[in-house]
Each structure stands twice: as C-alpha cells, then as structure tokens.
C-alpha cells in the first residue's frame, strides 16, 4: 500500500511526526482512492453547454410581472361557467297562477315584471309546462255535430226524408271499445238518441282501422254544416271520423261532404282523436320567431313552437332539448316591463285547457357595456 505524503513527511522529519497524530475520528471513516480518471470534457447532463448563457439579459422582471389583458371568452353553451361582463342574464319565471288579471284565461293572459328589464337585447325560451288537458273533440273546434237524413217509403211509393242534428259530447276519446270514453260507443248512443225507431251501430275496423256506421234502414251523413266548413282540413266530425271528401276512389263519400243514402257507410281515412301534434306560443305579437303559413296564404306568427309528444291529461315537458329555435333577438336594446302570454293551435285558437296552468322560464339578457349598448342601438 503505497504511503501518504504526510506520511512520509512525518517519518522524516520528528517534530512534522509530533504533530501528525491520527484522528481517532478518521479510524471511522473508509479512504477510498477514485480510480477513474475524469476526462474534461465530461460534463453533468444538467450542465450548460454554453457557460456564458446564464449570464445573458433574459427580460425584465417588473415586465413579466405585469400580465396583459385576459382575451375575452364567450360560452358556447347555457351550462357553461363562463360570462360576459358586458350583459346579464336575468332568469324569469312565469306561472299563469300568477297573472295580472285573473279575469284573463289561463291560455291567453298578460304578465308584469314587478321591476322592468332595461335594455334587453333578446329573449330566450329555457322550458315550459303545459298540460295536455284541452279537448280533441270540443263546440269551439267545431266538430262534435253532424246531421243525418233518414228516407222512409210512403204507401204511394215515395220516399219522405227526415233530418236530425246528432251531437257528442265534447271530450277526449279513445277507439278501445273496452274503454267508456270510446268514440264509437258515444258516436252510436248519439245516433240512437237522436233518431229513434233506428238501429245505429259504429264498428272500428282491426284490420283497416276505418270506422263503419250501419243502420236497419238507409241514411246519409251531412258534415256541411259546421262553423268551419270552408276549411280544407279540419273542418268539422266527419275530419275526425274519417269521412274525408274528394273525388272517386274515396268510397262513396262525394266532394260535398255528403254521403249518399245506404244502410251502412264506411270511411276512407283513419279517424283522429289527437288533433295536432304541436301548438304555439306567443309572447309579444311583433317577436315573429316562427311563421305558420296555411293553405290560403294567411300566416300565423308566434315565439315557439311546442311539440305535443304525451298522451291526454299528461303534462307536455320542454325544456328545450330540440332543435326547435326559441330565442328572439331584438333590433335594438329594449325595456321590458310585461308579456302578453297566448297558447293557441294552428288556426289561431286559444287553447281551453279546462283549468290546467301553465308555466314557463324565460331568459333576458340586458345590456351593461355602454359601447356595446350603442353598437347595438345603432
């Protein structure tokens, strides 16, 4: 084992070996000598390759204190968390429950705000609550009439005519015969009521799904009689019941909407006891969202249009999951202290919902940011 230097010193020289004494200490410690020569261009892999790097300016400190201005995010989605400082949203909840006048119907009804919205620059329709209460077959929708002619022959050969209005009562019916609002059985009851010394009998076939109306003796159905016979479509009970006018091969109904006398007639078109699958909603009369143009080129205008997708007496849920548009961007900011509320079918008809309510959320946004306030009025 090759000697230190002290070591060697210390054995020459005697007073150097006085003053070299081992540390008890050291007697603890492992010397071990590093046999690996560090060649200098090894370096540690954290090392700089270029040594003057640190000491070049990299920026001011006050300067990468000071952030710049956040760029301005707008959401994409009503769920989002973000906002926009220029405008609020305010939330308002409308119950007809709670109408001004509690003289106005629950289906045409106005509504103030008890603090105005200032500047409103659009309107949003976020859900809504109807219920399917309102009747298919009602006096109002005019088609719960009809009348029917009897022919009886005379001793002398001839033939004398009697005519009977028939009315059902109005509701909601159904085509299960199991079922006690069936419109076939209310149908048949009318007849016989109305007619006596006839047999009336109203079958709903399986197969076609057509409605049949025999008796013992012949007769003839006369549907022109309705409030709204100049209607195309929807015209009174014979719509609904299937008896549809037009020309051969629709049976032996002709285009007057009279049938011929038989003992027993037969539709040619499915009966309706839905009505129409959707309804309107109107919250100012010049908000135009939706145009509803009809045959005669009348237009019916309104804020949204509501599916009907639940059956009778079931509450109509929407909550805007659809891709029906339900937003109405004004031209300029406006104030907004009411809404005048209607809930009407396709022809401009309130809807009677026989004390159903109805209620909807609807979203304001106001304008706060002054310069976008005058953007937007100008």
Wanted: aromatic share 10%.
């Amino acid at each position: 084992m090759e000697k230190t230097y002290l070591e060697i010193l210390a054995e020459q020289d005697t007073e150097a070996r006085e003053e070299f004494q081992v540390n008890p200490k050291e007697l603890f410690v492992e010397h071990n000598r590093f046999e690996q020569e560090v060649n200098g261009d090894d370096h540690h892999e954290d090392e700089l390759e270029d040594q003057e790097d640190f000491q070049k300016f990299g920026g001011s400190h006050q300067q990468a204190s000071q952030l710049g201005a956040l760029s301005p995010t707008k959401a994409t989605h009503t769920t989002s968390v973000e906002y926009d400082k220029a405008v609020q949203v305010h939330v308002i909840s409308v119950d007809s429950r709670f109408r001004t006048n509690r003289q106005d119907v629950n289906s045409d009804f106005l509504f103030k705000l008890v603090n105005k919205v200032k500047n409103v620059v659009s309107v949003r329709l976020s859900s809504i609550e109807i219920p399917n209460t309102w009747y298919t077959f009602a006096r109002c929708r005019g088609n719960t009439t009809c009348v029917v002619s009897t022919s009886t022959q005379n001793p002398d050969s001839t033939y004398s005519t009697k005519s009977f209005n028939v009315e059902i009562p109005e509701g909601n019916y159904s085509l299960d015969t199991n079922l006690d609002n069936c419109l076939q059985t209310a149908l048949a009851t009318a007849l016989n009521t109305a007619i006596p010394g006839k047999q009336f009998s109203v079958i709903l076939n399986s197969v076609s799904g057509l409605i049949t109306i025999s008796a013992n003796d012949e007769f003839s159905l006369n549907f022109t009689g309705g409030q709204f016979a100049g209607r195309i479509d929807n015209w009174g009970l014979g719509y609904n019941l299937g008896f549809r006018d037009g020309a051969p091969p629709y049976g032996n109904f002709t285009s007057t909407r009279v049938t011929p006398y038989a003992e027993s007639v037969t539709a040619v078109a499915l009966p309706d006891i839905l009505g129409s699958n959707y309804v309107f909603l109107s919250l100012n009369s010049d908000w135009r969202v939706v145009e509803h143009n009809h045959p005669d080129h009348s237009n019916l205008a309104s804020f949204a249009k509501i599916v009907v997708d639940v059956n009778k007496n079931d509450i109509i849920y929407d909550n805007g999951s659809n891709l029906l548009t339900k937003t109405y961007n004004l031209k300029q900011p406006t104030d907004i202290s009411f809404f005048k509320i209607s809930l009407f079918d396709e022809y401009g008809q309130f809807l009677n919902l026989k004390g159903g309510e109805v209620s909807l959320t609807l979203e304001v946004t106001e304008v706060l940011h002054s310069a976008l306030y005058e953007s937007l009025r100008n």
